[in-house]
C-alpha cells in the first residue's frame, strides 16, 4: 500500500476547495490536512505541517502565486506543489517551474487527470496535456537560459522587437501577414522560451538580454 500523502489545499474558492476535498479524500493513500484561501496562512500550514502535496490556486488575493510557491519550497524542499489555474497554463509552465512547482493542472481538470497527476509525483514522473505538447513546447529552455541564449526564432525575435516599441498585436499580424490568433500562439511559446507568464515581464526580460548584447536566436 502507498505512504499517505498529508495535502494541503491553497484556493480562492471555499466551496471548490471542499469539493477537492472530498475528492480526494475517496483515495485511500490521501489526507487533506488544512485548507485556507491565504497564501500567508497556506505558507504557515506547510512550514507546520511538511505535506507531500500542496495544491496552489495560481488566483489569490493576499500574494502571488509565485510568491507563495518560492516560500513553501524553501521550508518544504519535499513538498510538491501543483498550481491551479483557470487560464491557459503553457505560458505559466517555464516560470512556476523554475520556482519550484512539480505540475500544473486547469481547474476544469477530470477527477482522473488530478489523482492521476498525483499518482505520477509518487513515482516521480510529471504530467503534461497532450495539447501542450503537440504545440512544441520543447527543449523547456532552463538549459539555454544557461547559456546565455533566449532561444527565439527570427520571427519570435521581431514580435518581441515591435512590442517592446509599443505596436499592437493587430499590426504586427499585419506586417507578417499572419492572423491575429497566429500572433497570440507566437507569444504563447516565446513565454515559454523567456521563462516568464505576463507581456510585462517578457517585456523587461527580452530588453535585459537585447541591451547586454546577449544571445537571442535558437
Not at 17 to 39: A, F, P
Not at 91 to 102: D, E, I, K, T
Not at 139 to 147: F, I, Q
Request: charged share 20%.
Amino acid at each position: 500500500m502507498n505512504q499517505v500523502w498529508r495535502v494541503v489545499i491553497v484556493g480562492s474558492q471555499p466551496t471548490s476547495m471542499l469539493g477537492t476535498k472530498l475528492i480526494l479524500e475517496e483515495e485511500r493513500d490521501l489526507t487533506v490536512l488544512g485548507m485556507t484561501s491565504s497564501g500567508t496562512e497556506g505558507v504557515r500550514m506547510v512550514a507546520e505541517l511538511l505535506p507531500e502535496l500542496v495544491l496552489l490556486d495560481y488566483q489569490l488575493q493576499d500574494q502571488t502565486s509565485e510568491a507563495i510557491l518560492e516560500q513553501m519550497k524553501q521550508l518544504s524542499p519535499n513538498t510538491h506543489v501543483v498550481v491551479m489555474t483557470d487560464n491557459d497554463g503553457l505560458p505559466l509552465l517555464q516560470s512556476l517551474v523554475n520556482r519550484g512547482a512539480s505540475g500544473l493542472l486547469s481547474k476544469q481538470a477530470s477527477t482522473f487527470q488530478l489523482i492521476h497527476m498525483i499518482a505520477g509525483l509518487r513515482e516521480g514522473v510529471a504530467s503534461l496535456p497532450l495539447e501542450w505538447v503537440k504545440q512544441g513546447i520543447w527543449p523547456l529552455t532552463a538549459s539555454a537560459m544557461n547559456e546565455g541564449g533566449l532561444q527565439l526564432s527570427e520571427t519570435e525575435a521581431f514580435i518581441m522587437e515591435r512590442i517592446v516599441q509599443g505596436i499592437t498585436y493587430d499590426k504586427i499580424a499585419s506586417e507578417i501577414q499572419v492572423s491575429r490568433r497566429s500572433i497570440d500562439n507566437y507569444l504563447r511559446k516565446i513565454y515559454v522560451k523567456l521563462g516568464v507568464s505576463t507581456r510585462a515581464q517578457a517585456i523587461e526580460k527580452y530588453a535585459l538580454y537585447t541591451r547586454q548584447g546577449r544571445q537571442i536566436y535558437a
